[in-house]
């Protein structure tokens, strides 16, 4: 269990590299090509560590769960869940968001 509960280190680190890409958003807005792949790998990151963290932290709670009811104590979900299962999706959306910047269409317009 110390082990498994260790893996919460994952939301500090992830809050981090979150931060770390707006940095870089307000930074490298301007470059088009460089900085948003920059941006997008960060926040790739990011959503990995905070999809594991979440993964592990439900996975804990489900157990720990089934031990409290059978004592006898009713257990719900607390807003740390809530609160690690919004920033996964505002991960995911800032990450779509950043795959459009990098693969979508460029400001650039091609003449031929």
């Not at 779509?96 to 317009?109: D, E, Q, W």
């Amino acid at each position: 269990m110390y082990t498994a509960t260790c893996a919460f280190i994952l939301y500090p680190i992830a809050a981090g590299l979150a931060g770390i890409s707006v940095l870089l958003g307000l930074r490298w807005a301007s470059y088009q090509c460089a900085g948003a792949a920059l941006i997008n790998l960060t926040v790739a990151v990011a959503l990995l560590c905070t999809l594991v963290a979440w993964v592990i932290s439900t996975i804990l709670f489900g157990i720990q769960c089934t031990k409290l009811s059978d004592n006898g104590t009713n257990a719900t979900l607390g807003n740390a869940t809530w609160l690690g299962f919004g920033a996964l999706v505002f991960l995911f959306l800032r990450f779509c968001n950043t795959a459009y910047g990098v693969c979508g269409s460029s400001r650039h317009t091609r003449r031929g």
